[in-house]
């Protein structure tokens, strides 16, 4: 699918991983709802970024949120081909320690908003989507990215709830590519490694260097901007369909 001239919804657009996607996309002509909690930070990144980015508050876990924001972008830029999922939350707590057992409303939490949340917009994208008119020869009407995690395979100490999330990403990209084949919609996953995000680059040293250091090549955190051609990638590559995809540097996460 050619990307100019199309619309898309990003979730989580505005900041890290989201907003980057964000910028991408604009620049190779796209129009961009931005899909937030953070009303401020999502207005100022729409009032920044141009008339063809617009934002729309939304909890991706609630399906009235999730159903009027969808209808809002619709309403203002008439149809919806792109839908791109980085929206998530990673707090951190072990199955068991001194503390005693794992909270289970906050791996409840974790699951709401990162897989639930993550299906019940690329549910509802995708109900608009299948009215498109066909878009390529082969009669693709959209395509959907998500965004999973190293952790979903390789999960550190206390990722129980973040890798239990992420692999139900992974998990569901195949059947989900299955279901969407007959309307033309694809859908991908893109498990990204370490990234310098404004929250990763707020970390001290000593949290950071041994992530690099597991990091093969190139010795870095990951540029936002790498996610976003990727997520580039599997929107015009038109036989990429139902596949998962690290994009980490070669990393594999030691226990702790």
Known sequence: MELANKVAVVTGGASGLGRATTEELLARGVS??????????????????????????????DEVSVKAGIADVVATFGAIHVCVNCAGIGPASKTMSKKGPHSLEL??????????GTFNVLRLAAEVM???????????RGV??????????????????YSASKGGIVGMTLPIARDLASYGIRINTIAPGIFGTPLLRSLPDNVTKPLIDATQFPKRLGNPNEYAQMVCTMVENGFMNGEVV???????????
């Open 32 to 61: 961009v709802a931005i899909f937030d909690l953070n009303e401020e930070q999502g207005t100022a990144a729409a009032a920044e970024l141009g008339e063809k980015c617009h934002f729309v508050k939304v909890n991706v876990a």
């Open 107 to 116: 791996f409840n939490t974790v699951i709401n908003v990162n897989l639930i």
């Open 130 to 140: 299948a009215e498109n008119e066909a878009v390529t020869e082969d009669g693709e």
């Open 144 to 161: 959907i990215i998500n965004t999973a995690s190293v952790a979903a395979f390789d999960g550190q100490l206390g990722q129980v709830a």
């Open 246 to 256: 690290r994009l980490d540097g070669a990393i594999r996460m030691a226990p702790r």
